[in-house]
Protein backbone atom coordinates (compact mmCIF):
# COMPACT_ATOMS: atom_id res chain seq x y z
CA UNK A 1 0.00 0.00 0.00
CA UNK A 2 2.79 2.50 0.49
CA UNK A 3 3.73 2.35 -3.46
CA UNK A 4 0.43 2.73 -4.64
CA UNK A 5 0.86 6.79 -4.09
CA UNK A 6 3.89 7.06 -5.78
CA UNK A 7 2.20 5.36 -8.98
CA UNK A 8 0.66 8.56 -10.40
CA UNK A 9 4.43 9.66 -11.38
CA UNK A 10 5.46 7.19 -13.20
CA UNK A 11 8.29 6.46 -10.65
CA UNK A 12 8.08 2.98 -8.80
CA UNK A 13 12.08 3.12 -10.18
CA UNK A 14 13.00 5.48 -7.78
CA UNK A 15 12.66 3.16 -4.82
CA UNK A 16 16.05 1.67 -6.08
CA UNK A 17 17.24 5.19 -5.54
CA UNK A 18 15.89 5.80 -1.99
CA UNK A 19 15.02 2.53 -0.19
CA UNK A 20 17.98 0.46 1.47
CA UNK A 21 18.69 -3.09 1.18
CA UNK A 22 17.19 -3.54 4.61
CA UNK A 23 15.30 -0.99 6.85
CA UNK A 24 18.69 0.08 8.77
CA UNK A 25 20.72 2.99 7.28
CA UNK A 26 21.50 3.42 3.42
CA UNK A 27 23.01 1.69 1.08
CA UNK A 28 26.55 2.99 0.01
CA UNK A 29 25.48 2.06 -3.95
CA UNK A 30 21.74 3.27 -3.47
CA UNK A 31 22.23 5.27 -6.64
CA UNK A 32 23.19 2.23 -8.70
CA UNK A 33 21.02 0.79 -10.90
CA UNK A 34 21.34 0.05 -14.40
CA UNK A 35 17.51 -0.17 -15.27
CA UNK A 36 17.04 3.09 -13.31
CA UNK A 37 18.19 6.59 -14.42
CA UNK A 38 20.83 7.63 -11.84
CA UNK A 39 20.12 11.74 -12.04
CA UNK A 40 16.34 12.16 -11.38
CA UNK A 41 14.88 15.71 -12.01
CA UNK A 42 14.08 17.94 -9.54
CA UNK A 43 10.28 17.93 -11.43
CA UNK A 44 10.03 14.53 -10.26
CA UNK A 45 12.03 14.10 -7.33
CA UNK A 46 9.72 16.60 -5.21
CA UNK A 47 6.32 14.91 -5.66
CA UNK A 48 7.71 12.19 -4.52
CA UNK A 49 8.88 13.49 -1.61
CA UNK A 50 5.73 15.27 -0.50
CA UNK A 51 3.39 11.98 -1.80
CA UNK A 52 6.15 10.08 0.56
CA UNK A 53 5.73 12.97 3.70
CA UNK A 54 2.22 13.01 3.11
CA UNK A 55 1.30 8.75 2.78
CA UNK A 56 4.13 7.34 5.09
CA UNK A 57 4.52 10.20 7.81
CA UNK A 58 1.34 12.45 8.01
CA UNK A 59 -1.13 10.15 7.71
CA UNK A 60 0.22 6.87 7.67
CA UNK A 61 -1.24 3.72 8.66
CA UNK A 62 2.13 3.14 11.11
CA UNK A 63 2.12 6.68 12.58
CA UNK A 64 -1.35 8.14 12.59
CA UNK A 65 -3.76 5.39 12.94
CA UNK A 66 -1.98 4.10 15.92
CA UNK A 67 -1.91 7.84 17.50
CA UNK A 68 -6.35 7.97 16.82
CA UNK A 69 -6.61 5.22 18.58
CA UNK A 70 -4.50 6.39 21.74
CA UNK A 71 -6.20 9.50 21.72
CA UNK A 72 -9.88 8.30 21.26
CA UNK A 73 -10.62 9.48 17.56
CA UNK A 74 -11.01 5.79 16.53
CA UNK A 75 -10.97 2.62 18.22
CA UNK A 76 -9.49 -0.57 17.10
CA UNK A 77 -11.94 -3.38 17.25
CA UNK A 78 -10.03 -6.37 15.61
CA UNK A 79 -6.68 -7.83 15.41
CA UNK A 80 -3.36 -5.45 15.43
CA UNK A 81 -5.31 -2.18 15.67
CA UNK A 82 -7.46 -3.87 18.73
CA UNK A 83 -4.02 -5.06 20.02
CA UNK A 84 -2.59 -1.36 19.14
CA UNK A 85 -5.52 0.62 21.15
CA UNK A 86 -5.12 -1.67 24.35
CA UNK A 87 -1.40 -0.26 23.93
CA UNK A 88 0.09 -3.28 22.91
CA UNK A 89 3.07 -1.17 20.96
CA UNK A 90 6.34 -2.74 20.30
CA UNK A 91 9.39 -2.22 18.55
CA UNK A 92 8.63 -4.15 15.30
CA UNK A 93 5.90 -2.05 14.93
CA UNK A 94 8.09 1.49 14.50
CA UNK A 95 10.31 -0.65 11.50
CA UNK A 96 7.74 0.51 8.76
CA UNK A 97 7.35 4.22 9.89
CA UNK A 98 11.75 4.24 10.50
CA UNK A 99 12.43 3.26 7.24
CA UNK A 100 10.10 5.39 5.24
CA UNK A 101 11.50 8.38 7.41
CA UNK A 102 14.73 7.51 6.76
CA UNK A 103 15.72 5.71 3.69
CA UNK A 104 12.65 7.49 2.48
CA UNK A 105 11.73 11.15 2.85
CA UNK A 106 14.85 12.46 4.52
CA UNK A 107 17.03 10.76 1.97
CA UNK A 108 15.13 12.03 -0.83
CA UNK A 109 15.38 15.31 0.43
CA UNK A 110 19.13 15.59 0.77
CA UNK A 111 19.12 14.27 -2.40
CA UNK A 112 16.91 17.57 -3.38
CA UNK A 113 18.94 19.51 -1.22
CA UNK A 114 21.90 18.79 -2.60
CA UNK A 115 21.30 18.80 -6.62
CA UNK A 116 19.67 22.26 -6.14
CA UNK A 117 22.84 23.38 -4.78
CA UNK A 118 24.51 22.55 -8.03
CA UNK A 119 26.16 25.33 -10.10
CA UNK A 120 23.97 24.02 -12.91
CA UNK A 121 20.77 22.91 -11.16
CA UNK A 122 20.90 25.89 -9.09
CA UNK A 123 17.46 26.35 -7.53
CA UNK A 124 16.45 28.27 -4.34
CA UNK A 125 13.06 27.08 -4.20
CA UNK A 126 13.89 23.32 -4.21
CA UNK A 127 16.04 23.53 -1.52
CA UNK A 128 13.78 25.64 -0.16
CA UNK A 129 11.12 23.42 -0.12
CA UNK A 130 13.05 20.14 0.62
CA UNK A 131 14.46 21.95 4.14
CA UNK A 132 10.89 22.90 4.87
CA UNK A 133 9.78 18.97 4.74
CA UNK A 134 12.22 17.92 6.11
CA UNK A 135 11.97 20.10 8.66
CA UNK A 136 8.10 18.67 8.94
CA UNK A 137 9.37 15.41 8.72
CA UNK A 138 11.59 15.40 11.61
CA UNK A 139 9.10 17.00 13.67
CA UNK A 140 6.58 14.54 13.11
CA UNK A 141 9.05 11.93 13.85
CA UNK A 142 10.90 13.53 17.08
CA UNK A 143 7.49 14.22 18.54
CA UNK A 144 6.80 10.32 18.90
CA UNK A 145 9.82 8.90 19.38
CA UNK A 146 12.50 11.90 21.09
CA UNK A 147 15.75 11.51 20.45
CA UNK A 148 16.86 10.52 17.19
CA UNK A 149 19.89 10.66 14.61
CA UNK A 150 19.60 13.98 12.29
CA UNK A 151 23.13 15.81 12.65
CA UNK A 152 25.03 12.45 11.66
CA UNK A 153 22.41 10.57 10.11
CA UNK A 154 22.18 10.01 6.26
CA UNK A 155 25.89 9.44 5.77
CA UNK A 156 25.41 5.94 4.08
CA UNK A 157 28.88 4.05 4.56
CA UNK A 158 30.49 6.75 6.21
CA UNK A 159 28.71 6.34 9.26
CA UNK A 160 26.31 3.53 10.25
CA UNK A 161 25.42 4.00 13.46
CA UNK A 162 24.86 7.82 13.99
CA UNK A 163 24.35 9.69 16.82
CA UNK A 164 21.56 10.52 18.26
CA UNK A 165 20.54 14.17 18.99
CA UNK A 166 18.85 15.48 21.97
CA UNK A 167 14.74 16.63 21.11
CA UNK A 168 15.94 19.57 22.29
CA UNK A 169 19.13 19.67 19.64
CA UNK A 170 16.89 18.68 16.78
CA UNK A 171 13.86 21.31 17.57
CA UNK A 172 16.71 23.93 17.19
CA UNK A 173 17.35 22.44 14.15
CA UNK A 174 13.74 22.40 12.98
CA UNK A 175 13.25 25.79 13.41
CA UNK A 176 16.96 27.10 11.54
CA UNK A 177 16.12 24.54 8.40
CA UNK A 178 12.43 26.64 8.41
CA UNK A 179 14.56 29.47 9.19
CA UNK A 180 16.42 29.03 5.72
CA UNK A 181 13.54 27.69 3.83
CA UNK A 182 11.95 30.78 4.17
CA UNK A 183 14.78 32.73 3.27
CA UNK A 184 15.20 30.24 -0.03
CA UNK A 185 11.98 30.64 -0.92
CA UNK A 186 12.15 34.34 -0.56
CA UNK A 187 14.75 34.88 -3.43
CA UNK A 188 13.76 36.07 -6.22
CA UNK A 189 12.29 33.79 -9.33
CA UNK A 190 15.82 34.88 -11.03
CA UNK A 191 17.76 33.22 -8.89
CA UNK A 192 16.48 30.01 -9.98
CA UNK A 193 17.40 28.12 -13.13
CA UNK A 194 14.47 25.63 -12.65
CA UNK A 195 11.11 26.40 -11.75
CA UNK A 196 9.27 25.03 -9.15
CA UNK A 197 7.42 22.41 -10.81
CA UNK A 198 6.03 19.34 -10.03
CA UNK A 199 4.54 20.81 -6.12
CA UNK A 200 1.82 19.06 -5.37
CA UNK A 201 1.13 20.84 -2.17
CA UNK A 202 0.90 24.35 -3.46
CA UNK A 203 1.53 24.14 -7.33
CA UNK A 204 5.22 25.46 -7.11
CA UNK A 205 4.33 29.26 -5.17
CA UNK A 206 6.63 29.61 -3.59
CA UNK A 207 5.31 32.37 -1.41
CA UNK A 208 2.83 29.94 -0.49
CA UNK A 209 5.73 28.05 0.99
CA UNK A 210 7.36 30.89 2.97
CA UNK A 211 3.78 31.26 5.04
CA UNK A 212 4.11 27.97 5.37
CA UNK A 213 7.05 27.59 7.00
CA UNK A 214 6.03 30.36 9.57
CA UNK A 215 2.56 28.10 10.30
CA UNK A 216 4.94 25.15 11.51
CA UNK A 217 7.51 27.75 13.56
CA UNK A 218 4.29 28.40 15.63
CA UNK A 219 3.24 25.01 15.85
CA UNK A 220 6.86 24.15 17.31
CA UNK A 221 7.02 26.78 18.96
CA UNK A 222 3.50 25.88 20.93
CA UNK A 223 4.67 22.68 21.49
CA UNK A 224 7.43 23.84 23.66
CA UNK A 225 4.68 25.76 26.28
CA UNK A 226 5.77 23.25 28.95
CA UNK A 227 9.02 24.03 28.35
CA UNK A 228 9.30 27.26 28.03
CA UNK A 229 6.35 28.91 29.73
CA UNK A 230 4.34 31.92 28.71
CA UNK A 231 7.48 32.38 25.96
CA UNK A 232 6.26 29.88 23.42
CA UNK A 233 2.69 31.43 23.32
CA UNK A 234 4.14 35.08 22.74
CA UNK A 235 6.86 33.23 20.33
CA UNK A 236 3.88 31.02 18.25
CA UNK A 237 1.79 34.27 18.06
CA UNK A 238 4.75 36.11 16.69
CA UNK A 239 4.96 33.73 13.53
CA UNK A 240 1.28 33.67 13.38
CA UNK A 241 1.84 36.95 11.91
CA UNK A 242 3.66 35.65 9.39
CA UNK A 243 1.74 33.01 8.17
CA UNK A 244 -1.56 31.86 5.92
CA UNK A 245 -4.11 34.57 6.88
CA UNK A 246 -7.01 32.48 5.29
CA UNK A 247 -7.78 29.25 4.28
CA UNK A 248 -6.47 29.31 0.80
CA UNK A 249 -2.68 29.18 2.32
CA UNK A 250 -3.82 25.75 4.21
CA UNK A 251 -0.91 23.01 2.79
CA UNK A 252 -2.80 19.75 2.06
CA UNK A 253 -1.30 17.19 0.14
CA UNK A 254 -3.72 15.96 -2.61
CA UNK A 255 -4.61 12.90 -3.97
CA UNK A 256 -6.86 11.65 -6.77
CA UNK A 257 -10.63 10.13 -6.70
CA UNK A 258 -9.45 8.52 -10.27
CA UNK A 259 -7.01 5.65 -9.09
CA UNK A 260 -6.81 3.52 -5.89
CA UNK A 261 -3.35 4.07 -7.07
CA UNK A 262 -2.93 7.81 -5.72
CA UNK A 263 -5.82 7.97 -2.87
CA UNK A 264 -5.99 8.74 0.90
CA UNK A 265 -4.71 6.94 3.25
CA UNK A 266 -7.42 5.71 5.47
CA UNK A 267 -9.32 4.87 2.98
CA UNK A 268 -7.13 2.69 1.61
CA UNK A 269 -6.68 0.97 5.43
CA UNK A 270 -10.47 0.89 5.79
CA UNK A 271 -10.50 -1.33 2.00
CA UNK A 272 -7.16 -3.14 3.02
CA UNK A 273 -7.74 -3.94 6.51
CA UNK A 274 -10.85 -2.11 8.09
CA UNK A 275 -10.39 -2.73 11.63
CA UNK A 276 -10.99 0.43 13.32
CA UNK A 277 -14.20 2.23 13.71
CA UNK A 278 -15.02 5.91 14.87
CA UNK A 279 -14.44 6.06 18.87
CA UNK A 280 -17.89 6.65 21.13
CA UNK A 281 -16.01 9.21 22.90
CA UNK A 282 -15.91 11.13 19.64
CA UNK A 283 -19.58 10.33 17.96
CA UNK A 284 -20.76 10.59 21.29
CA UNK A 285 -19.66 14.42 21.53
CA UNK A 286 -20.97 15.21 18.19
CA UNK A 287 -24.05 13.99 18.67
CA UNK A 288 -24.53 15.79 22.13
CA UNK A 289 -23.51 19.23 21.00
CA UNK A 290 -25.77 18.59 16.94
CA UNK A 291 -22.67 19.12 15.00
CA UNK A 292 -22.94 19.19 11.69
CA UNK A 293 -19.30 17.30 10.75
CA UNK A 294 -20.59 14.14 12.42
CA UNK A 295 -21.68 12.65 8.61
CA UNK A 296 -18.14 13.95 7.58
CA UNK A 297 -16.64 12.32 9.95
CA UNK A 298 -18.62 9.03 10.50
CA UNK A 299 -20.78 6.53 8.19
CA UNK A 300 -24.51 5.93 9.59
CA UNK A 301 -24.22 2.14 10.74
CA UNK A 302 -26.44 0.05 7.96
CA UNK A 303 -27.38 -2.75 10.26
CA UNK A 304 -29.98 -2.63 13.23
CA UNK A 305 -27.53 -3.16 16.62
CA UNK A 306 -28.68 -3.41 20.17
CA UNK A 307 -25.49 -2.10 22.51
CA UNK A 308 -25.61 -1.58 25.78
CA UNK A 309 -29.56 -2.06 26.80
CA UNK A 310 -30.24 0.75 23.42
CA UNK A 311 -31.29 -0.16 19.75
CA UNK A 312 -29.77 1.22 16.95
CA UNK A 313 -31.55 1.53 13.40
CA UNK A 314 -30.01 1.37 10.71
CA UNK A 315 -28.65 5.26 9.54
CA UNK A 316 -27.89 6.49 12.62
CA UNK A 317 -24.48 6.62 14.18
CA UNK A 318 -22.82 4.39 16.88
CA UNK A 319 -19.44 4.96 18.04
CA UNK A 320 -17.44 1.84 19.37
CA UNK A 321 -15.98 1.77 23.29
CA UNK A 322 -12.53 1.24 23.50
CA UNK A 323 -11.93 -2.58 24.44
CA UNK A 324 -15.10 -3.74 22.81
CA UNK A 325 -14.66 -5.17 19.53
CA UNK A 326 -18.44 -3.89 18.04
CA UNK A 327 -17.91 -4.37 14.08
CA UNK A 328 -21.36 -2.85 13.31
CA UNK A 329 -20.17 0.55 14.50
CA UNK A 330 -19.59 3.98 12.71
CA UNK A 331 -16.74 3.78 9.88
CA UNK A 332 -14.29 6.90 9.30
CA UNK A 333 -16.52 9.12 6.86
CA UNK A 334 -16.45 10.34 3.78
CA UNK A 335 -14.84 13.73 5.58
CA UNK A 336 -11.44 11.33 6.73
CA UNK A 337 -11.50 8.30 4.66
CA UNK A 338 -12.66 9.09 0.71
CA UNK A 339 -10.19 8.01 -1.60
CA UNK A 340 -9.27 12.04 -2.44
CA UNK A 341 -10.24 13.25 1.25
CA UNK A 342 -6.58 15.69 1.26
CA UNK A 343 -3.88 14.88 3.74
CA UNK A 344 -3.24 18.11 5.99
CA UNK A 345 -0.21 19.41 6.25
CA UNK A 346 -0.64 22.42 8.62
CA UNK A 347 -4.59 24.21 8.06
CA UNK A 348 -5.89 27.50 8.70
CA UNK A 349 -7.89 25.43 11.42
CA UNK A 350 -5.06 24.70 13.10
CA UNK A 351 -3.96 28.68 13.37
CA UNK A 352 -6.61 29.82 14.42
CA UNK A 353 -6.70 27.39 17.58
CA UNK A 354 -3.01 28.30 18.34
CA UNK A 355 -4.06 31.56 18.28
CA UNK A 356 -6.51 31.16 20.20
CA UNK A 357 -4.71 29.16 22.95
CA UNK A 358 -1.99 31.63 22.85
CA UNK A 359 -4.35 34.48 23.43
CA UNK A 360 -5.76 32.88 26.20
CA UNK A 361 -2.52 31.86 27.96
CA UNK A 362 -1.64 35.60 27.54
CA UNK A 363 -4.47 37.05 29.16
CA UNK A 364 -6.24 38.21 25.75
CA UNK A 365 -9.65 36.32 26.92
CA UNK A 366 -11.36 38.54 23.79
CA UNK A 367 -9.09 38.10 21.38
CA UNK A 368 -8.98 34.23 22.58
CA UNK A 369 -12.75 33.80 21.94
CA UNK A 370 -12.71 35.57 18.70
CA UNK A 371 -9.80 33.46 17.58
CA UNK A 372 -11.93 30.51 18.75
CA UNK A 373 -15.51 31.11 17.01
CA UNK A 374 -13.13 31.76 13.91
CA UNK A 375 -11.20 27.82 14.02
CA UNK A 376 -14.62 26.56 14.26
CA UNK A 377 -16.05 28.67 11.61
CA UNK A 378 -12.96 27.30 9.42
CA UNK A 379 -13.34 24.10 10.30
CA UNK A 380 -17.07 23.82 9.55
CA UNK A 381 -16.13 25.26 6.21
CA UNK A 382 -13.22 22.65 5.53
CA UNK A 383 -16.01 19.39 5.91
CA UNK A 384 -18.38 21.95 4.16
CA UNK A 385 -21.07 22.21 6.76
CA UNK A 386 -20.77 26.02 7.41
CA UNK A 387 -24.32 26.58 6.82
CA UNK A 388 -25.78 25.73 9.95
CA UNK A 389 -26.24 28.93 11.72
CA UNK A 390 -27.82 27.24 14.51
CA UNK A 391 -25.04 25.64 15.89
CA UNK A 392 -22.72 28.50 15.49
CA UNK A 393 -25.06 30.76 17.51
CA UNK A 394 -25.18 28.25 19.89
CA UNK A 395 -21.50 28.00 20.19
CA UNK A 396 -20.78 31.54 20.34
CA UNK A 397 -23.04 32.19 22.81
CA UNK A 398 -21.42 29.42 25.08
CA UNK A 399 -17.94 30.72 23.96
CA UNK A 400 -18.88 34.10 25.31
CA UNK A 401 -19.65 33.04 28.72
CA UNK A 402 -16.40 31.48 29.31
CA UNK A 403 -13.07 33.10 30.59
CA UNK A 404 -9.29 32.20 32.19
CA UNK A 405 -9.14 28.24 32.54
CA UNK A 406 -13.07 27.30 31.53
CA UNK A 407 -11.46 29.32 27.97
CA UNK A 408 -8.74 27.36 27.70
CA UNK A 409 -10.15 23.83 28.39
CA UNK A 410 -13.34 24.44 25.88
CA UNK A 411 -10.23 25.30 23.08
CA UNK A 412 -8.52 21.62 23.55
CA UNK A 413 -12.02 20.35 23.53
CA UNK A 414 -12.91 21.75 20.20
CA UNK A 415 -9.29 21.63 18.84
CA UNK A 416 -9.58 18.19 19.45
CA UNK A 417 -12.47 17.60 17.52
CA UNK A 418 -11.61 19.75 14.92
CA UNK A 419 -8.23 17.94 14.21
CA UNK A 420 -10.01 14.74 13.67
CA UNK A 421 -7.39 12.12 12.87
CA UNK A 422 -4.79 14.23 12.85
CA UNK A 423 -1.74 13.97 14.56
CA UNK A 424 -1.33 16.99 16.15
CA UNK A 425 -4.27 16.17 18.44
CA UNK A 426 -2.17 13.99 20.16
CA UNK A 427 0.28 16.65 21.15
CA UNK A 428 -2.04 18.71 22.07
CA UNK A 429 -3.17 16.29 24.43
CA UNK A 430 0.05 15.66 25.97
CA UNK A 431 0.99 19.25 25.92
CA UNK A 432 -2.46 20.14 27.88
CA UNK A 433 -4.24 17.20 29.76
CA UNK A 434 -7.49 17.68 27.49
CA UNK A 435 -9.64 16.51 26.47
CA UNK A 436 -9.70 14.34 29.55
CA UNK A 437 -9.68 10.51 28.35
CA UNK A 438 -10.55 7.41 30.22
CA UNK A 439 -7.72 4.57 29.26
CA UNK A 440 -8.53 1.64 27.59
CA UNK A 441 -9.83 -0.53 30.23
CA UNK A 442 -7.81 -3.30 28.50
CA UNK A 443 -5.06 -1.77 29.47
CA UNK A 444 -5.34 -0.66 33.39
CA UNK A 445 -2.90 1.17 35.33
CA UNK A 446 -0.53 3.19 33.14
CA UNK A 447 -2.41 4.71 31.60
CA UNK A 448 -2.30 6.24 27.44
CA UNK A 449 0.96 5.89 25.83
CA UNK A 450 3.37 8.94 26.09
CA UNK A 451 5.45 7.74 22.95
CA UNK A 452 6.48 5.35 20.54
CA UNK A 453 9.51 2.66 21.32
CA UNK A 454 12.52 2.98 19.06
CA UNK A 455 11.89 0.83 16.04
CA UNK A 456 14.05 -2.87 16.18
CA UNK A 457 16.42 -1.72 13.25
CA UNK A 458 18.11 0.57 15.37
CA UNK A 459 18.32 -1.27 18.30
CA UNK A 460 19.77 -4.20 16.43
CA UNK A 461 21.99 -2.11 14.13
CA UNK A 462 22.80 1.07 16.20
CA UNK A 463 24.47 0.60 19.69
CA UNK A 464 23.37 4.36 20.09
CA UNK A 465 19.87 3.39 20.33
CA UNK A 466 18.76 4.72 23.58
CA UNK A 467 17.64 1.22 26.15
CA UNK A 468 15.09 0.29 27.89
CA UNK A 469 12.45 3.12 26.63
CA UNK A 470 8.59 2.42 26.67
CA UNK A 471 5.65 3.87 25.32
CA UNK A 472 4.90 5.36 28.98
CA UNK A 473 7.59 7.25 29.10
CA UNK A 474 7.67 10.81 27.96
CA UNK A 475 9.81 12.90 24.87
CA UNK A 476 11.48 16.02 26.71
CA UNK A 477 8.85 18.51 25.66
CA UNK A 478 6.24 16.39 27.49
CA UNK A 479 7.68 17.15 31.01
Not at 54 to 83: K, P
Not at 91 to 119: C, E, F, H, R, S
Not at 278 to 297: E, F, G, K, Q, W
Request: some cysteine; hydrophobic content about 40%; aromatic content about 12%.
Amino acid sequence: MKQNILTKFGLLLLIALSFTACNKWIDPDININPDAPTDVPMDLLLPSIEARFAFNCVQSNDNERTLSLWIQHMTGIARQSQAEGAYSYRAGDVNNYWGDLYAGVLMDAKQLITKAQQPEFKSPYYEGVAKIITAAAMGNATDVMGDLPFSEALQGADNLTPKFDSQQEIYAQIQSLLDEGIELCSKPASDNIFALSGDIIFGGDAGKWIEAAYALKARYALHLSKVNGAAAYTEALGYLDEAFQDASGSAYYYYSSSSNNNANPLFLFMQDRGDIRVSDVMINRLIATNDPRLPAYANPITDTIEFGGVVYPPGSYLGAPAGTPLDGASTPGPGIASPDTKTPIITYTELKFIEAECKVKTGDDEGARAALKEALVASLEEYGVNNDTSFVNNFNAEVDALSGDALFQRIMEEKWVALMYNFEAYNDWRRTGFPVLTPNPANPGKGIPRRFPYATDPITYNPNTPAGVTIWDRVWWDK
